[in-house]
């Protein structure tokens, strides 16, 4: 290997082309690039959904849940599967092992899924088999508020919703806060009595009225005519004359039996925003998704362009987008992108005040050439830039520096003892090109297990070993391949300036002190021996930290965002009118708070950042744009809001932040398991009382709070089979009469206009959503036609009043409840579980057939823990590998090797002064540790040796001592540099800052293993 990096160093023009070539396209590939907010995560996740309008929750998991669970319950690779029955939806959600064929295991869901699509109801919609994305989030939330008419404005909305859609890399766009056209047929009651007709039979006509088929072609005079039979509908107002006979032969028109209205539907949402603290205004408002694979900031640039010329105060449109996640990415990769040139800075610095100003030019190239170079790789392999790789890169800065340091302080050295700047180069290739390689293998090898963690964590933090990686190779390339020629050129034979004088002066003294210290420990036996019980209780105690909660532990740590989401619910059967009161009161709320920018309001729907969000007329969101300027940070914000709202009486008000980490569900999560609804409600409600009383929950809420009152109907199938009632035919009758069913659609202007029937219920209706604003009674009396003559519903159906499911769960096809909430501020997880646990052992009292598991981040950081200490076990493994290969020596490589484990007590003690917890970013910083520290061992352990096979007759003792002196320098550059390159990213971001405290204390400390311990050890063990 030196042959190469020699020959690099005497081509001169070869290698100058080649460095051209690298610099080139690593500019072309930064450029060319695409950004993303986070990886594009694929969750192994298929979700099935299903609807079936009006169908109860019970209803829905017979028909529909349990038909499909035992369809895909024997699918490969299966490692849980979930389900949510609600009104009208059934939601199955399969999730696969980690190593999976996520787009094989889909298909093959679809496959099985459609083998019983011939078991489920002819009403239900065929069922939907999706994946799921971490991607799959809006990239855009705008709303657009007008003064035109109802219909105007559903036009207006829908035409801007096109306009999106049309704009490549959008995938889908939501709109919400409009009503479309409807034509609505309100059935007379004393109609069906008195010409003895069927709802179905209305239905009927009003489908074969508006029915369009092809006809054929006839050939006349040799010529090919086509034959257009003109009978759809192209004007609303034909509805009402619609003919419609009767049995007894009677033909009437559709108006003479109901009601026709020609108007919007229904509101199932209501939207405003609110700028600057002004009145919220009614809105339109659109969310806009990308397409996998886009550059995100070029497809949010397209849609705020169109958003912005939409945006017309002078003509009544007030357009305006409060999410934007291209400019949170754009703001993101310029902080770290100045963190990152911060950080070479620093490390040019450190290297101009102890090398000289050539030397640290030429070492500080090092940074931009590697990185340049590992774009490459990060280019060619299919990686994006986001904040994880980003990250990844500054993490690496100081570490890939080191190599370059080592080699340039060697040429340095070797240029002071008269040499000619390309032999002094080559001698410090010889000396130095295997242990360096040696050292940047053991921290690849660290990295490279990484690859293994499985899940969504897994795929998350992915471009993190890749990015570190392929920088840690181009660094050992820059460092031999083109630092040693741009030192020749650089570092020549000139005068020595006072101020280099004073730097080699000061250096020889630091040398000079070293030995005599170094000398007079190694010589005190009492002083090792002290010295090495210390290092042992420094790493019992530091291991107990965490145990005894002086370090507690968490999964990711909750950054300062810039935004928020209130979650409002009221109780089941809440009208949209009174839960947009509560809407309304909370945005009183926030119109006082000085950090609030913007919100805007959606009734009807949970927030579309909530992946498990609920729709319905008594839930709301609000999303919120905190100011930029605000001195308070979200955790403060949010705690603010959450205590105000605690009081509030009308509903229940929670208030969330979004994570910068990936998605892990709610920090802590209880579920109960069993076959009885009501064990389980009362052991949910029972859990969720005793987690409100204990210190550190917040937003407790529970699966059981969902219920309602219902309205049990029973058949008396005898009486019904006596007059020639079909089950089907009654509920069918019901289903139309309460919910309505859409006859047909009518195609008018481009527009299409849903024709929905129904029975006037309530028979003084001022409008067609008032029909069911009635009493039970008026169901009894629906009369249904039969072999018998006309009866009433009343006489086959049985009524009785109880309390029902909003929603049914299963987990692998068990009823399960669950109870949620989040954590305080600077509050763990883990603590709240634990106190939840002690007091759920001596308080809550589990129903006969209920079993309790306990999970949520918890069991994420069990889980992720459990990966990353076998992935750093597997790394240890490689390193111990890489150092057998280069010592040829079991003794010497495991003597390299126990200052990995030593170095937690530089990590843990930091973490300790700074109140960080024990993390999975502080895991990765660990493991980036371990990478470093045995690099620099190496560097320490290779000169002994150097020096015993150079001077065969020096006592290990001199050795030891002068091979210290000869490292002292390099190690305590590469360290401090690895250390300053670090600490802009204590503020880069609040997320990745535990992974700095742990590797700028960790280095510190391992100082001193490499320079005292690791001599004294090397001195006792190795002969």
């Known amino acids: 290997m030196n042959t190469i990096w020699i020959a690099l160093l005497e081509k001169r023009a070869l290698s100058y082309l080649i460095m051209a070539a690298l610099v080139s396209y690593g500019l072309f590939s930064v450029v060319t690039m695409r950004r993303e907010s986070a990886p594009e995560v694929q969750i192994p996740i298929a979700i099935i959904t299903t609807v079936l309008p ?50 094989r295991s889909v298909q093959k869901t679809r496959d099985e899924v459609a083998k019983v699509r011939g078991e489920l109801p002819d009403d239900a919609t065929e069922p939907s088999v999706t994946d799921v994305n971490f991607a799959d989030q809006p990239i855009v939330i705008a709303a657009i508020s007008t003064d035109l008419p109802t219909t105007a404005f559903k036009t207006f909305a829908d035409a801007v919703k096109a306009e999106i859609e049309d704009i490549q890399g959008v995938s889908r766009v939501e709109v919400s806060g409009v009503r479309a056209r409807e034509v609505i047929v309100i059935v007379k009651k004393e109609a069906l009595l008195t010409y003895g007709i069927t709802l179905g039979e209305v239905t009927g006509a009003i489908q074969t009225a508006n029915t369009e088929l092809p006809v054929g072609t006839i050939n006349q005079n040799d010529i090919e ?25 009677v033909t009437l028109r559709l108006s003479d039996i109901a009601t026709v209205s020609d108007g919007v539907a229904d509101a199932t949402t209501l939207s405003r925003i609110s700028v600057h603290g002004a009145p919220s205004l009614q809105s339109a408002t659109l969310t806009i998704y990308k397409q996998k694979g886009t550059d995100v900031t070029e497809v949010t640039g397209r849609v705020r362009d169109l958003i912005n010329a939409r945006n017309k105060p002078d003509e009544g449109v007030t357009a305006y987008v409060s999410f934007d996640n291209g400019d949170q990415i754009k703001k993101d990769l310029n902080q770290l992108t100045r963190v990152g040139l911060e950080a070479v800075a620093l490390v040019m610095i450190v290297l101009f005040a102890t090398l000289g100003w050539r030397e640290a030019l030429v070492s500080g190239l090092s940074i931009p050439l590697s990185i340049l170079v590992s774009f490459i790789a990060l280019k060619e392999s299919g990686n994006t830039i986001n904040f994880i790789s980003l990250f990844s890169l500054i993490l690496s800065i100081g570490i890939l520096v ?28 010889l000396e130095y090109s295997k242990p360096l390689t040696a050292g940047t293998l053991t921290t690849v090898a660290v990295f490279f297990p990484l690859f293994t963690i499985s899940g969504v964590t897994g795929e998350f933090i992915k471009s993190i070993p890749f990015t570190v990686i392929f920088v840690l190779l181009a660094s050992i390339f820059v460092a031999l391949g083109m630092t040693p020629l741009l030192a020749a050129l650089s570092l020549k034979h000139r005068s020595v300036s006072a101020f280099e004088r004073t730097q080699e002066v000061y250096a020889e003294k630091l040398r000079i002190w070293y030995k005599q210290r170094i000398g007079a420990f190694l010589d005190n036996k009492q002083s090792k021996k002290r010295f090495v019980i210390g290092i042992l209780i420094a790493f019992v105690v530091a291991l107990a930290l965490p145990v005894v909660g002086l370090v507690k532990a968490t999964f990711f740590p909750q950054g300062n965002v810039d935004y928020l989401y209130v979650e409002i619910e009221d109780l089941q059967g809440t009208p949209l009118a009174q839960t947009d009161l509560h809407a309304r009161a909370v945005e009183e709320v926030l119109y006082q708070l000085p950090e609030v920018e913007s919100f805007t309001t959606m009734v009807g729907s949970g ?73 389980l409600k009362k052991a949910a409600l029972d859990a969720r009382t005793l987690l409100r009383t204990t210190p550190g929950a917040t937003e407790v809420i529970t699966s059981a709070e969902s ?7 029973s058949i008396d199938r005898m009486k019904a089979a006596e007059l020639g009632l079909s089950p089907l035919q009654i509920a069918q009758t019901l289903r139309t009469a309460v919910f309505g069913v859409e006859a047909t659609t009518l195609k008018v202007g481009g527009e299409e206009i849903a024709v929905t029937v129904k029975l006037a219920l309530n028979p003084n209706f001022a409008t067609p959503r008032d029909t069911t604003r009635t009493t039970i009674e008026s169901i009894r009396s629906i009369p249904i036609p039969t072999q018998k003559g006309t009866v009433l519903l009343g006489s086959v159906l049985t009524v009785s009043l109880g309390s029902a499911n909003e929603v049914v769960r299963h987990e692998d096809d068990i009823r399960i409840m669950t109870v949620t909430s989040e954590v305080a501020a600077d509050t763990i997880p883990a603590d709240v579980t634990t106190l939840f646990e002690a007091a759920a052992q001596k308080d809550l009292i589990l129903p006969e057939g209920v079993r309790m598991k306990i999970g949520g981040e918890t069991e994420d950081v069990d889980q992720s823990f459990r990966d990353m200490f076998r992935a750093l076990i597997f790394g240890v493994a490689l390193i111990l590998i890489v150092l057998v290969v280069e010592f040829n020596q079991f003794r010497t490589s495991f003597l390299v090797l126990l200052v990995v484990p030593l170095s937690l007590i530089g990590v843990l003690f930091g973490l300790l002064i700074t109140r960080q917890p024990v993390s999975f970013p502080t895991m990765l910083g660990f493991i980036a540790l371990a990478g470093v520290v045995v690099n620099h061992a190496i560097i320490l352990v290779d000169v002994f040796n150097h020096l015993r096979r150079e001077h065969p007759e020096m006592p290990l003792r001199e050795v030891v001592i002068e091979g210290g002196a000869i490292r002292l320098r390099p190690i305590i550059l590469t360290k401090v540099t690895s250390i300053i390159g670090l600490v802009p990213l ?21 100082g001193v293993l490499t320079l005292i311990l690791l001599p004294a050890l090397y001195l006792k063990y190795v002969k």
Request: proline letters at 4%.
């Open 54 to 103: 009006g169908a109860s929750p019970e209803d829905v998991e017979e028909l529909l849940t349990n038909e499909i669970e035992d369809a895909v319950g024997n699918l490969e690779n299966v490692k849980k599967i979930t389900s949510t029955s609600r009104e009208g939806v059934s939601s199955v959600v399969v999730e696969f092992n980690a190593d999976a064929d996520i787009d």
């Open 225 to 249: 005519y086509t034959l257009a039979l003109k009978t759809a509908i192209d004007d609303p107002a034909e509805i009402a004359r619609i003919p419609l006979t009767t049995r007894t032969g």
């Open 402 to 429: 080191d190599s370059a340091i080592v080699i340039v302080e060697a040429i340095h050295v070797n240029l002071g003892k008269g040499m000619d700047p390309v032999a002094a180069a080559r001698k410090a290739l």
């Open 607 to 679: 927030s579309s950042f909530n992946e498990n969000a609920s729709r319905g007329s008594r839930y709301a969101s609000i999303n919120v744009n905190l100011r930029l300027d605000r001195t308070k940070r979200s955790s403060e914000v949010r705690n603010e809001l959450s205590q105000q709202f605690a009081s509030y009486r009308g509903a229940t008000i929670r208030v969330y932040e979004l994570s910068d980490g990936p998605p892990s569900g709610a920090p802590i999560k209880i579920t109960f398991e069993g076959d009885d609804l009501t064990a």
């Open 707 to 713: 219920d309602a009152s219902e309205f049990s109907l």
């Open 986 to 1006: 204590l503020f880069a971001s609040d997320l990745w800052q535990p992974i700095a405290v742990a590797m700028i204390f960790g280095l510190s400390f391992t």
